[in-house]
């Protein structure tokens, strides 16, 4: 009685709040029991929704294009292609500077493919610069060592760059990150070099240039840096860096290796200026197309709708979203026949399993095994034997045709086509797929219990009305069941539609594969993936919705 | 008793000691009768030259470039040589997957001194690829079914009155345009030039859409052989070898046609990264398989022509039916008519994502 007067929380025996310590309680019992399943639940993230999230993750990834040209992604965005018809030289320098560090890590060729999967040409431009980066890095390199041979002596480098000061570990650090973004490995080891402080403000672009040498040569070579005569790519570096006003200043500098620096400061005019423009062009012609660029430029973010948009048959353009050329659309159409075909091909299991399971539930025990087994050797047989044999008995030169020809029903000449289209593939999915429908059917038609029947027709009802009214309500969990099964495997189904399919047969999932195995496309093949899981979440939910997934049943 | 013990533990603790000694090499090829050939002129002789190695054979050729892809991802790779199309040896180099081959450094020179690269010559196509054959797709037709002029031009093909009938085609553009264009009067050294624009792609699809109805679409090699031997298919392009086994093996009543072939290359590359002993061990076997001599006994088992220059002298006869090999050769100067031709690697390279979406579409019209 005395709770009634007592406004406060009912308490436990030791103090605490029921409410609190029977939540503690069953909190503990929870995580015991999560601690028991954690095993498979671990086991199941890391092989399996891990792999699966990470693909479709690449859907939208696009870090590619800022990871191996960084600088020239910055320097683009100054750049307006309304306004100028190509960059400005600006971006065809530092763009020198990136492809050739991404050449020498040879990743220039993966870039060139990834942009070429949007603009048609990429892949051998980027191929054939990056063989040609040192003609370049030459026109500098070669005056430099007809002045003074220190400018090709690796030791006299890493004195020079190395400075007497401190050094300049941003620089390092920064550098570090580029190449381990570009090479996507670890550049933290110790490299034996630390770029001078005052070096790196009088030369700032060679510092960065020689840095990422140094790096590149001890991390990735395995190379002692002061043995090693640094790129082309340095040389061109320094003469930009004293080009660019840095000769002037030259003269104030006294660290190591300031007589050769001085003395090639004041014989500037022996370095060539080179349109980096120019040159470009007169490598691949593609530099001088404005929609290279532009292209790049498009594509340049982290992340992408790129993907996405061409599986709906869109594509990013310098102007917006288009939609793709009439001659190349082609993902809509496929959707919409996986789906429909799918469809059809779950109606046919139906119409043909349901009278097959009605047959195995209501048979005497010892027929109904014999039959179970019919049903299921064709489920054991191999999936490519089962496919040929409907080849064999479908096509114009084969078993049914040679029969109806035969018997006079058909004229030899006017054989029916009955494989390589839609009606082929229909069949031959649909008689491969049966089982799917016949199993859950048969075991849940096996609970329905006979007597329900009997006890309609005693009072009165039809055949027709006892099945329809009594019988077949009973068995939608088993319809239910078998549908879902039948529709997502044949939604995501493409060696059958490959082979009899021909080409108004084929599936969606003909073309995931093609861009996973052949083209290796994997962010286009990644969207596809994502729209198809996504549709068929949707159907899923739909399905709930109207019919409720309670009311589906194995067994 | 005393002495079988003995015998017994010696023998377990040799056959442990051979199984400790022998290393694997995993070498990735095609399977078939493919597989077959290289086994017999290139695994067999190595594996008696160098007893500590034991190849395994793995048929993931057709897989190899997704799968080296992965392999490289997770940085765990188990495979050591790998055989693929040239094709496929572009892409993998350009997306460094691949390891890049100094010719003259790596391989066997030819037995007159000849540097490797300059006996390869014009069939090195990629820095990371070792060319081993030549092969051709090329058209088969069956002789009962062409009356009494069989055809003698690939250009039979596109020909519906002399030649009505289902034909076969590969389910791909490349090939197929080349072919299209050129039957419809573009000189050979034309084609990429015309092909390379809009109102070319769509001369060749106009030519194509003259048989599209008549025209069944295969994507693995052995359903044009299939379907000729049914008779399901009057005339279909196919790889010269499995029209080979399928005329001289299976004496089928089919017949080929070298006019018109389109020239392929098959070979070795190594993938990239390999640890340095299993590195030394992928070079010294490539080394091996492809000299002079390795490269003419593969074709005694397969009708592929050497991609060496200087093994073409020394290919021999079938190692079962005793034929001369050298007239059943793509590369044999009496095979190569005026219109074989050699795809061109880098064009595709360019041109493939884009022509495939169109093709595609195409078909799908």
Known sequence: MSDATNNGPVLSADGVPLKRSLAKALRREKLRALMLIAPLLIFVLITFIAPIADMLFRSVENGIVQDTIPRSVQALEDWNPDEQDLPPEQVYREFFFDLFLAAEAKQHTRLGSRLNYEKTGISSTFRSTGRRMDDIGKQFKDPMEDLDKSWDDAAFWHELMSGSDAGNSDLLKEQRSRLAKLTRENMNGDIGFVPGVEISELLPRTAREYTAFAIFTNQVDGKVVAEEEPWEAVHAALALDLQEGAASRAAGYSGPGAEQLRTLADNLDTLPVVDFREAYIDIDKGWGDPDVWETIKVFSKKYTSGYFLNSVDLQ???????????????????????????????????????????????????????????VLLPFWTSLLVRTSAWKILLQQQGVINDILVWIGLVDDANRLVMINNQFGTIVAMTHILLPFMILPLYSVMQTIPVTYVRAAKSLGATNWTAFWRVYFPQSIPGIGAGCILVFILSIGYYITPELVG??????????????????????????????????????????????????VKLG | MNLNKTMIIAGAAALFAGSAIAEDMTIVSWGGAYSASQDKAYHQPYMAMNPGVNIINDESSPEAVAKLRAMNETGNITWDVVDVTGE??????????????????????????????????????????????????????????????????????????????????????????????????????????????????????????????????????????????????????????????????????????????????????????????????????????????????????????????????????????????????????????????LYNYEWWADYRDDLDAKFQAWLAQ
């Open chain 1, 316 to 374: 990013k353009t310098p102007d917006g979203i288009e939609k793709r050329d009439e001659d190349q659309r082609i993902y809509i159409t496929l959707f919409q026949r996986t789906i429909f075909m799918s469809l059809t091909i779950m109606f046919s299991c139906v119409l043909l399993g349901y009278p097959i399971a009605f047959l195995l539930a209501n048979l005497p025990t010892k027929t109904s095994n014999l039959l179970l087994i019919l």
């Open chain 1, 502 to 551: 021909g080409t108004k047969g084929v599936f969606i999932s003909n073309r995931i594969a093609y861009h996973i195995s052949s083209s290796l496309n994997w962010g286009l093949g990644a969207a596809l993936g994502t729209i198809l899981l996504a549709a068929v979440l949707i159907l899923y939910w739909a399905y709930d919705k109207i019919v409720g997934i309670d009311n």
């Open chain 2, 88 to 341: 496929s040896a572009i892409r993998l180099c350009d997306e460094g997957l691949a390891m890049e081959i100094d010719f003259d450094e790596m391989l066997a020179p030819a037995p007159d001194g000849t540097p490797a690269s300059e006996d390869f010559g014009d069939m090195i196509i990629s820095d990371c690829f070792i060319p081993q054959i030549v092969y051709s797709t090329t058209m088969g037709y069956r002789t009962d079914l062409v009356g009494d002029t069989p055809p003698t031009s690939m250009c039979a093909l596109f020909d519906l009155e002399a030649y009505p009938g289902k034909r076969a085609l590969e389910k791909r553009p490349i090939n197929n345009m080349e072919w299209a264009l050129m039957c419809d009067g573009v000189a050979k050294e034309d084609v990429y030039d015309v092909l390379e624009t809009d109102e070319g792609q769509a001369r060749a699809f106009a030519k194509l859409d003259t048989i599209k109805d008549q025209t069944v679409w295969w994507s693995a090699a052995a359903e044009p052989i299939q379907a000729l031997a049914d008779g399901e298919v009057v005339i279909g392009s196919t790889y010269n070898g499995r029209l080979f086994s399928a005329i001289a093996e299976q004496n089928q009543p089919i017949a080929m046609l070298w006019d018109g072939q389109a020239f392929d290359l098959d070979g070795w590359i190594i993938p990239a990264g390999l640890p340095e002993d299993r590195l030394k061990r992928a070079l010294d076997y490539v080394y091996f398989a492809t000299d002079t001599q390795r490269l003419a006994d593969q074709a005694k088992y397969i009708s592929y022509g050497p991609a060496r220059k200087s093994s073409a002298p020394l290919v021999g006869q079938h190692a079962d039916l005793g034929i001369e090999m050298a007239p059943h050769m793509p590369t044999d100067p009496n095979n190569v008519t005026e219109n074989a031709f």
